[in-house]
Structures are given as structure tokens and as C-alpha cells.
């Protein structure tokens, strides 16, 4: 059960960051709220649960022995416990919205419009690096157009 709730707050904290980078002014205040509140507290779960279950301290929910990240029998191993899938989301939590929280700031300098903005925004919430190469592809086709900024 312990792995439930911290898989449902670390989603919620993560939906509500999102929601708030999508949809809200981007104020400085929330900007760093999305960083710290949302990406620091992410990579903080993330760093105490990975230091917990590598050190037995947390129960994984699934068979004990040694982690393996070098071969794929070994890493699905660890996702296939509660506490491996567990930090394995956070994992993806927390990068995926430090990515967008980069893509909105560079967005923003840019000048690009927030409804340009927002499925880009949107992609990288669902498919991480698809949303990023999206945004690699549309400022580097801005750039070559002759759109360049400061």
C-alpha cells in the first residue's frame, strides 16, 4: 500500500505542475515552483526511494537479490516490483517536466504564442521525448527561417 500512495502523490504533484506550466501566467514565482515544488520534490522521492531500495531499506514488493540496470532480464526485474515501478515513474516525472518547464522558459524567450505553445507542452506531458523533439524540430525551422532571436 505504501507504494500506492506515493505513486498517486507523485502523480498528482505532477499533474498539478503541468496543469499550472499549460495553463497559468508564467510568473517567475510559478516557474520556480514548478522547478522546485515540482521537479525538486520529484527528484528527491526519486533519490530516497532508489538509495532505499538499493539499500533494503524499502521493500520493492517483489523478489529480493542484486539490481541489475546492465541487461534487460535485470531491469525488468526491478520494474516488476511495486516500489522498482514506483521509482521508475517518478524517474520519468521528473524529467519529463523538467523538459517541459525548459521548453515553456525557451518558448517564452523565443516568442513563440502559448497556444503554439501548448501542444508541445502537451506532448511531452504524455510522450517525454517526442515533445521535445517536436520543440528541437519547430525553433530550429524558426531559426533556419530567419526568425532569429537575441
Known amino acids: 500500500m505504501m507504494w500506492e500512495a ?38 528527491l522521492a526519486y533519490a530516497a526511494g532508489m538509495v532505499g531500495i538499493l539499500s533494503g531499506g524499502f521493500d520493492a514488493g517483489g523478489e529480493r ?10 531491469v525488468r526485474a526491478i520494474f516488476a516490483s511495486d516500489g522498482g515501478a514506483t521509482i521508475g515513474w517518478i524517474h520519468y516525472l521528473a524529467i519529463d517536466l523538467f523538459t517541459g518547464l525548459w521548453i515553456a522558459r525557451d518558448a517564452d524567450a523565443k516568442r ?13 506531458f504524455l510522450a517525454g521525448p517526442l515533445g521535445l523533439l517536436l520543440w528541437l524540430g519547430m525553433r530550429e525551422r524558426r531559426a533556419r527561417a530567419g526568425g532569429r532571436w537575441r
Not at 513563440?112 to 511531452?124: D, K
Request: with cysteine; glycine share 8%; charged share 5%.
Open 112 to 124: 513563440f504564442s502559448r497556444l503554439v505553445q501548448a501542444p508541445v507542452l502537451l506532448a511531452t
Open 6 to 43: 506515493v505513486f498517486g502523490a507523485a502523480n498528482l504533484l505532477a499533474m498539478v505542475m503541468w496543469a499550472a506550466l499549460i495553463l497559468a501566467p508564467r510568473w517567475p514565482a510559478l516557474l520556480s515552483a514548478v522547478l522546485y515544488l515540482g521537479v525538486g520534490l520529484l527528484c
Open 65 to 74: 537479490g542484486a539490481v541489475d540496470f546492465a541487461t534487460i532480464a535485470g
